[in-house]
């Protein structure tokens, strides 16, 4: 299944549309038609993001849906034993 048939999917699952999604996520309709109908693309991961409560879906689960992350992305970062980003270094003082 494509992406675009797993996120209709997941909409058809919560009983939205499309269009009722993009307002969920406050964004343009016509940019989130575009994205997920038109580009070869999937949606950036800033619009999975904003999209997964309203699918009843983790960020996870949508990254590795559209592709951006593999189940053994994921594992390596299980076993790493980070739970959370590294933080970024404060700057020096001057």
């Known amino acids: 299944m494509n992406f675009k048939e797993y996120l209709k999917e997941r909409c058809r699952?919560?009983?939205?549309s499309l269009h009722r999604l993009a307002l969920l996520c406050d964004l343009n309709q016509i940019y989130f038609y575009q994205s997920v109908n038109k580009n070869r693309d999937?949606?950036?991961?800033?619009?999975?993001?904003?999209?997964a409560p309203h699918l009843g879906v983790?960020?996870?689960?949508l990254m590795i849906a559209a592709g951006y992350?593999?189940?053994a992305d994921v594992e390596e970062w299980d076993r790493s034993g980070r739970t959370q980003p590294r933080e970024v270094a404060q700057p020096?003082?001057?």
């Open 58 to 61: 983790t960020y996870v689960e």
């Open 42 to 51: 999937n949606p950036p991961p800033w619009v999975l993001r904003r999209a």
């Open 69 to 71: 992350l593999t189940g």
């Open 13 to 16: 699952d919560r009983g939205i």
């Open 92 to 94: 020096v003082a001057s």
